[in-house]
């Protein structure tokens, strides 16, 4: 009987052909030549656009034994920026995003993380952020929240004073399909931490997820809880 059924399955997703290639996450029809063509050449492009050949001068950020962390800033050679566009490009069409701009493009920071096999398996984008900011667009305040708990919220912000207190925005964050669960996101997260704003170390409060997919979610949850 269970035989049966795998069976049935099995003529299933033939005759259908869907097929979630691992490496680019493209669904296409092996059986279908265009389709398959197009995979073909999509697939190209991703691995391209996160081959990592080096560069003359690289800003090494962190070190690990099974890979390490650059830094792109906005004035940057042209193919360091390149490279780091053509991987959130990578990023941003696994996570919908449709319009490919920052919203302040000359000062967002991207962190890159490439493996021992030359891959950017790891892209991070980093933005300033005013605190201000941060507080006023809080979402979910916990509906049971006594007034002693509104007024620590409030004061709290209120006697921030000083001036251009910046946070830190992370605006996307992406691993490599075959790469995750192996701590890049946490590492890239931990290096943004004592490398973005210079002199000091941003505790896991100062950094802010900007609209978190699910994955994001539970990533995110997990990091600012450890
Ligand atoms: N499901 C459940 N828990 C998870 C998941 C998941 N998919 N991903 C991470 N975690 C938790 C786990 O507790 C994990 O620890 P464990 O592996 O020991 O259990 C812990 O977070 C640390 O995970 P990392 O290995 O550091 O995370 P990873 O390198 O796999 O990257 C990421 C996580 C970036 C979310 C990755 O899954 C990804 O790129 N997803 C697709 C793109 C995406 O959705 N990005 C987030 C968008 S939100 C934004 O950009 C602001
Ligand atoms: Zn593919």
Excluded at 89 to 110: I, N, Y
Excluded at 125 to 140: G, M
Aim: aromatic share 10%.
């Amino acid at each position: 009987k269970a035989d049966d059924d795998q069976l049935i399955i099995d003529a299933g997703q033939k005759q259908f052909g869907a097929t979630t290639c691992s490496s680019c996450g493209m669904v296409y029809s092996a059986d279908n030549p265009e389709d398959h063509f197009q995979h073909t050449q999509f697939h190209q492009r991703f691995l391209d656009s996160i081959k990592f050949v080096g560069w003359k001068k690289e800003r090494v950020v962190a070190e690990f034994w099974d890979g390490k962390i650059l830094l792109v800033m906005p004035d940057d050679p042209k193919y360091a920026i390149k490279k780091a566009e053509d991987v959130r490009r990578v990023a941003d069409s696994e996570l919908g995003f449709q319009q490919v701009t920052l919203s302040r493009p000359t000062q967002a920071k991207t962190y890159l993380f490439i493996n021992t096999e030359r891959m950017v398996v790891g892209c991070l984008v980093a933005e300033s952020i005013r605190q201000a900011h941060r507080v006023l667009e809080q979402p979910n305040q916990p509906k049971d929240m006594t007034k002693d708990d509104f007024m620590e919220r409030h004061r709290a912000w209120c006697c921030d004073t000083t001036p251009e207190q910046a946070l830190c925005g992370i605006s996307r964050i992406w691993v490599f399909s075959l790469a995750r669960r192996q701590g890049v996101a946490t590492r890239m997260l931990d290096t943004v931490r004592s490398t973005f704003m210079y002199g000091s170390h941003l505790t896991k409060e100062e950094i802010a997820f900007s609209d978190p997919t699910p994955d994001g979610k539970l990533f995110a949850t997990k990091y600012t809880n450890t």
